[in-house]
């Protein structure tokens, strides 16, 4: 009877139990697991040119899968190894040397032949692969990688990236700052339709205090100002200092009632006395009153109402005027009490 054919578990010793692992020290463990990453690395480079010489070694009817497999080896092991395999044959085409080779591991191979396939970002030639290995034999892998996923290198991928940064942050600066200008356009806008709705209101103030000074027709002319009541002229303003009060006036000659006494004694005590001397007349511009005064007295108000709303928004300088033709009318109307208090 034939023996069967030994196997790779029967070749090879067992892999350490736990329970060994467990009694060596932490000096011992990490010794052992450096031992082992050597000798893995160094059989993963050695399975890639066995792998390259047994594919070159078959004959019609054979496929490396079979053979491999009738020794008990896995099929995901045969394809890592193929990627040694493909790395290797740089080595045969002298892009590589042969201790080059021996010192990749399977991140090494994968990372070469990924950047030198369809998919990569930039495809790269052997002749490439070989200048970026002898140039940065430290981190080659790392950079492989960044070339097979965006066809830069690290430094070019980070330059790249460093250049995005900056032109968003541009393009960042400038919205705002078109933004700000908008704002402060609109705000220089909104001040000037504010300066121009004063200013129409300024003339508008002025065209009113203007027609408002002109006499009527028919009207009865004012009074020049040295021909005013005594009272009006002394209106004091709003907020003015007090003026210094006046000298004592001579005392008034008593009046000559003898000259005329039946005009004193028939004369009813509510009539005004022929002779008097008439009041001031009145501002060119007030209206006289009708017989029954407490009739348009509502009307007055409500005049004075609507003067002093409209003048809320009148500019210092209308309001001023406003406020003199207010202590004309004031003085006015305190003369007539005196009159009408005397009679």
């Known amino acids: 009877m034939a023996k069967a054919k030994p196997t790779v578990r029967d070749i090879v010793a067992p892999v350490l139990p736990m329970d060994e692992i467990k009694k060596l020290s932490q000096k011992d463990a990490c010794a ?6 050597t000798v893995s690395q160094r059989a ?8 390259f010489a047994i594919s070159a070694s078959l004959r019609k009817g054979q496929t490396l899968y079979g053979e491999l497999r009738k020794f008990g080896v ?9 990627y ?3 790395v290797f044959d740089l080595v045969v085409k002298e892009h590589l040397t042969e ?6 591991t399977f991140a090494d191979c994968l990372a070469t032949v990924r950047a030198m396939s ?3 970002k930039r495809r790269l030639t052997g002749e490439e692969v070989a200048a970026l290995v002898k140039a940065q034999p430290g981190s080659f892998d790392t950079e492989l990688q960044s070339i097979y996923e965006t066809g830069l290198t690290v430094e070019e991928a980070e330059a790249q990236a460093k250049a995005e940064a900056e032109r968003r942050a541009r393009e960042e600066a400038a919205a705002k700052a078109e933004a700000a200008a908008k704002t402060e356009q609109a705000k220089q806008a909104a001040i000037a339709a504010a300066l121009q709705r004063e200013r129409e209101q300024q003339e508008a103030a002025a065209a009113a205090a203007a027609t408002a000074t002109v006499p009527s027709a028919g009207a009865k002319p004012q009074a020049p100002p040295s021909e005013l009541p005594q009272s009006a002229k002394a209106a004091p303003v709003a907020g003015a200092a007090a ?3 006046p000298p004592p006036a001579a005392p008034a000659k008593p009046p000559v009632i003898a000259a005329v006494p039946p005009m004193i004694v028939e004369t009813p005590p509510a009539a005004p006395e022929p002779d008097k001397e008439e009041p001031s007349p009145a501002p060119a511009n007030v209206t006289a009153m009708p017989a029954n005064p407490d009739a ?6 409500n005049a004075l109402d609507e003067i002093l709303v409209a003048a809320s928004d009148f500019s210092p300088d209308a309001r001023k005027s406003v406020l003199a033709k207010l202590n004309e009318c004031t003085a006015f109307l305190a003369e007539q009490l005196e009159v009408t208090s005397a009679a």
Request: glycine share 2%; net charge negative.
């Open 32 to 37: 052992r697991f450096a031992e082992r990453a």
């Open 44 to 51: 993963f480079a050695e399975m890639g040119k066995l792998h």
């Open 74 to 82: 896995k099929d995901s092991t045969i394809s890592n190894a193929s």
């Open 84 to 86: 040694a395999s493909k």
């Open 99 to 104: 201790a080059d080779y021996d010192s990749f």
């Open 118 to 120: 369809e998919r990569s």
């Open 243 to 245: 003026p210094n009060p």
């Open 296 to 301: 348009a007295l509502v009307d007055v108000l």
